[in-house]
């Protein structure tokens, strides 16, 4: 997605407080994040890491992932 495409996404979409992107993470405080990320993604052109998380964070409310987690020992 391009930067406008992410902006333009996460301005009308409905977010949750929690999140689970992968096996091995999950996002809280998904309001928070979006527009922390956003802010930096904006800030700064050259900043991947903002767009990446904004890109997960994106798919994941699209598909959320439903399978195991990582076992805790």
Do not use: C, W
């Amino acid at each position: 997605m391009t930067d406008e495409e992410l902006i333009a996404y996460f301005e009308h979409a409905k977010l949750p407080e929690t999140l689970r992107l992968d096996r091995a993470s999950t996002q809280h405080f998904v309001k928070e994040a979006v527009h922390r990320n956003l802010e930096m993604m904006m800030a700064d052109p050259t900043d991947t890491r903002s767009r990446h998380r904004l890109n997960m964070i994106a798919i994941a409310m699209e598909k959320p992932y439903d399978g195991p987690e990582i076992p805790r020992f």
